[in-house]
Structure formats: C-alpha cells, structure tokens
C-alpha cells in the first residue's frame, strides 16, 4: 500500500500532464481516495501539500466542505425554527437531518463552490483543494455537485475522499455508503 506521500506525488504529477480527452470527461477534476481510517492523517498533511503546491508556483485555494456548511447552517432563514424544533425533540434525528439535507441540496454548498471556481479561472496556474468531504454525511455526496457543475472546472480542482475501493473505479464513501462507479474523474490512491 502507497503512502499519502505517494499518492499526492503521483496525483501531482497526473495534474502536470493533464487530463487525456476521454468518454467520461476532460475537466481538470481528480480524487486523492484514502482510507476513512486515515481522515485525520490527510489533514495532518495539507499544510505540507499546500506548502509544495505553492513552492511549486501554484495558486492554492483551499475549500472546505466543512467549513461552508457551517456557515450555510449558520445563516439559513430557517435556522430559529431549527433550533426551536430541535429543543422540542432534541432527539428526532431523522427530521432534523433531512432538514438540514434539503438546506443543502438546495444549492447553496454547490452555488459557493460554483463561486470559487469563477474566482480561480481569471488566476494564472490556480488550483482547488476541496477538503473535508466526510462533512456530507449525512446529508448528501460530491458526485450530486460535481455533475450539476459539468463544464465549469477549468482550474485543476483535487477532491480529497475518504472512501473504500471496492474494484478499479467503484469507491464507497466513508466506508458504509453503497459502492459508486459514477465518477468522471482521475482517482488517485485508495
């Protein structure tokens, strides 16, 4: 088994030479798959990735699925009525989870990377780090966003997912959720 090491040299030098005109997709978009066992090592590493991206030249922005969703949450019109509810039946979590869910898959998450995105195609030699992708749980998954925004990845944009493999291209996020073998990326590691 490669190191994280490894795999973000080999997914660095698969971001140098580009992606190949293919049947599924020619976007600049990659996934550094790792063990949900390893979450904690990945964010270990970043400073020291963002750190050689940069020394490489590299424009980074770093997009943390995290933290946007705390501040989508933060500042949703619907938030007092959450809490109100929430201190009513503080332990019906299926309701407040499909709550929290449709808040999200309202587009609001995809309309701020949507956003980050526009910003980096007027930068030279930019690329987007999207981090903390375990925070989708449970209320959604990448793919739903990666494939509305088909067509808008122009800067390299690397996925970082803690997923189990489960063939060549089937990936299970977080290690329980169902194999999926939908992806229009380069997936790297695993």
Do not use: C
């Not at 795999?7 to 049947?23: A, M, P, S, T, V």
């Amino acid at each position: 088994m490669a190191s994280l090491n490894d795999d973000f040299k080999e997914l660095l030098e698969r971001i140098r030479h580009g992606r190949d005109l293919g049947h599924a997709s020619f976007e600049p978009i990659y996934y550094l798959v790792f063990s949900p066992s390893r979450i904690l090592d990945v964010k270990r590493q970043m400073p020291a990735w963002t750190a050689k991206l940069k020394n490489e030249g590299w424009n980074v922005r770093v997009f943390s699925i995290a933290e946007h969703i705390a501040r989508i949450f933060e500042n949703a019109p619907l938030r007092n009525i959450w809490l109100t509810a929430d201190g009513k039946d503080p332990t019906n979590w299926e309701k407040t989870n499909q709550s929290l869910a449709n808040t999200l898959t309202n587009g609001a998450l995809q309309k701020e990377l949507e956003e980050t995105l526009l910003e980096l195609d007027h930068q030279d030699k930019s690329i987007l780090l999207v981090t903390d992708l375990e925070a989708l749980h449970p209320y959604m998954r990448i793919g739903a966003i990666e494939g509305n925004l088909q067509g808008k990845f122009n800067s390299p944009t690397v996925f970082f997912y803690p997923v189990e493999r489960t063939g060549k291209t089937k990936l299970k996020f977080l290690g329980f959720y169902p194999d999926d073998g939908n992806y229009r990326s380069v997936h790297v590691g695993g």
